[in-house]
Structures are given as C-alpha cells and as structure tokens.
C-alpha cells in the first residue's frame, strides 16, 4: 500500500509542470505592448499598462484564470470584477479591486509596497497620473 502510494505520488509530481503552459500567440502579443485598460468607458481614468514593466511577478498573482482552458483572463472579465460602480466595494468592484489599500494584489496595494520596500520609489508613484496618465 506504501509504494501504491508512493508511486502515485512520484507520478503527480512529474504530472503537475505539465499542467503550466506558455503563453499562447495572441497572449504574448499583447505581452510585449503597451494596452489600455479603460473599462469604465472614462478616458480621463484609463490606464496605460505595460506587462514589461510588471514582469517580475508571476503573471497568476494578479490575474485568475479562466473557468475553462489554462488562459489568464482580463480584470473586468463578466463574473470578475466587472462592476463598474466606485461603490461597490465587494469582489467583483473593478474600482475596489484596483484600489485597495490593503490588498498587495491591487494595484494601488502592489505600488504602496513597492514603496514600502524601496522608499527611491516614491515619487514614481506620487498621486493619480502615473498610472491615469493625463490624457493631451
């Protein structure tokens, strides 16, 4: 019963890396530019997003991945946080989930303790506009 056990073991442990896979073509397209997130449907609060910029963290740490296939979906994806009223401050909030001060995996939460832990970065991250960069 051990080695039945061992074994099935051994086999789930060669089994789970081939679960992760590699970005398909269209994912890595959108990888390597720069997208605009807007939405709300508001220009003056869209955002200009680069993945490079953020490539150091696990690309499952901010976003969930879709019920079916092995993609990571979008923010505002219908069932997650897609709803738009500042309001809502429950999970599917879209402004509440980019918001939170006290979550490391908003946006706002992942800059303050970028800040926190290279204090150089502050300014970088002072107010509004680096993230909703005036539109000209």
């Given at each position: 019963m051990k080695r039945l056990i061992l074994c099935a073991l051994a086999v789930a442990g060669l089994c789970i890396p081939a679960l992760a896979t590699d970005p398909t073509p269209e994912q890595k397209?959108?990888?390597e530019k720069p997208m605009t997130m807007n939405n709300t449907?508001?220009?003056k609060?869209?955002?200009i997003f680069t993945h490079s910029a953020h490539a150091k963290t696990d690309c499952a740490f901010c976003h969930h991945k879709a019920v079916e296939?092995?993609?990571y979906v979008g923010c505002a994806t219908k069932g997650c946080h897609d709803n738009m009223d500042k309001k809502d401050k429950s999970e599917h909030g879209y402004y509440f989930t980019m918001h939170n001060k006290k979550?490391?995996?908003s946006c706002m939460g992942?800059?303050?303790k970028a800040v926190a832990e290279n204090p150089d970065l502050k300014e970088k991250f002072k107010g509004c506009n680096p993230c909703?960069?005036?539109n000209s």
């Open positions: 397209a959108q990888i449907g508001n220009e609060k869209q955002v296939g092995n993609i979550s490391e995996k992942c800059h303050q909703h960069a005036k």
